[in-house]
């Protein structure tokens, strides 16, 4: 390979695996589509909230516990999608506007993991149960893979990519641990009696990964 095609094959790559800087482009568009991605993104966790106020009832926690997990599961897939979509197909298909928005998506999927939490704890209603949750291998789960989300919320922003410098991507790789444990406490849920929800919803990003992981090895 010639020193140019070499330089234009890394460039290209760069441009692919770099994270879009999402916060420095400000234009009046720009933000309106943010703000009707986040409308879009909230609608349900406030329909979810208001309709807790007006209820307060186990049942009603016990009915939302469910959903607001898997919306935080579908959200999270979806935002580790990007780059193995982009890379796939450049900046075709919608791969560009979900690189840009990504960060948003994520946010919103921790956003949910909160609130699952929430119907969990009211659901559940005593301390001692609680702890007596921790002890079972599917809530213990979920617990770490919060845990291990929220440095990557809170990072989620132009300013700590400006404040961590090169550490930040290293704060953002959380995201797959989190995401893998995750994926167990959804399986392990009801003793791994229903593991099939949890892989339809992951198996395009399971697929793409693969053919990450297949890529990668090709090269080397």
Do not use: C
């Amino acid at each position: 390979m010639s020193h140019n095609a070499r330089s234009a094959s890394q460039s290209s790559t760069a441009t692919l695996t770099t994270p879009p800087r999402s916060g420095g482009d400000n234009t009046a568009g720009t933000l309106l589509h943010r703000w009707i991605l986040w409308f879009i993104l909230a609608t349900p966790a406030v329909a979810w909230t208001i309709g807790w106020f007006g209820n307060q009832t186990l049942q009603y926690a016990e009915h939302a516990v469910h959903p607001t997990g898997v919306i935080a599961g579908i959200l999270v897939i979806v935002a580790l999608f990007a780059t193995p979509w982009r890379q796939l197909v450049r900046n075709r298909y919608g791969a560009l506007w979900l690189a840009r928005h990504r960060r948003h998506i994520g946010v919103a999927s921790f956003g949910y993991a909160l609130l699952h939490t929430w119907f969990y704890l009211l659901e559940t209603e005593s301390v001692p149960s609680i702890l007596t949750d921790l002890y079972r291998f599917d809530m213990v789960t979920g617990w770490i893979a919060l845990l291990l989300f929220l440095p990557v919320a809170m990072t989620s922003n132009t300013p700590s990519v400006h404040t961590l410098g090169q550490r930040w991507k290293s704060v953002q790789r959380l995201t797959y641990a989190a995401s893998i444990i995750g994926f167990i406490h959804i399986l392990s849920l009801n003793g791994w009696s229903n593991p099939w929800e949890a892989l339809i919803v992951a198996s395009p990003l399971l697929v793409l990964e693969a053919w990450r992981v297949r890529r990668f090895l090709s090269t080397r």
